[in-house]
């Protein structure tokens, strides 16, 4: 069974930081593409940031020059470093990689289960 684990999510105030991680684990080929998304109450999901495997980056307007996205490909791991963290940025905070793994044997999208992170003004 595939697994997209994430931590790092919680209650911070207006202006601090915080940094969620996501680790693939479990039957795992390759990693292609790496991304966060979020989706807050009442509202679609939303990309956040992505990274390929070459290490390219593309990111939402509204996160440019506050959020930084890396990864590890020795621990398949994928970070978001949230800097000057604002209250619109409250929402579950989701990871999403393009795996592939023994079970399918091709590029897949995989979800993890979601982090929450809260920014009190």
């Known amino acids: 069974q595939v697994q997209l684990v994430e931590s790092g999510g919680g209650l911070v105030q207006a202006g601090e930081s915080l940094r969620l991680s996501c680790t693939a684990s479990?039957?795992?080929?390759?990693?292609?593409?790496m991304g966060w998304y979020r989706q807050a109450p009442g509202k679609q999901r939303e990309l956040v940031a992505t990274?390929?495997?070459?290490?390219?980056?593309n990111y939402a307007n509204s996160v440019k020059g506050r959020f930084t996205i890396s990864r590890d490909g020795a621990n398949n791991t994928m970070y978001l470093q949230m800097n000057s963290l604002k209250p619109e940025d409250s929402a579950v905070y989701y990871c999403?990689?393009?795996?592939?793994?023994?079970?399918?044997?091709?590029?897949?999208?995989?979800w993890g289960q979601g982090t929450q992170v809260t920014v009190s003004s």
């Open positions: 999403k990689a393009d795996l592939v793994t023994t079970v399918r044997p091709y590029n897949y999208p995989y």
């Open positions: 479990r039957n795992i080929f390759s990693i292609n593409t």
């Open positions: 990274i390929t495997s070459g290490g390219s980056t």
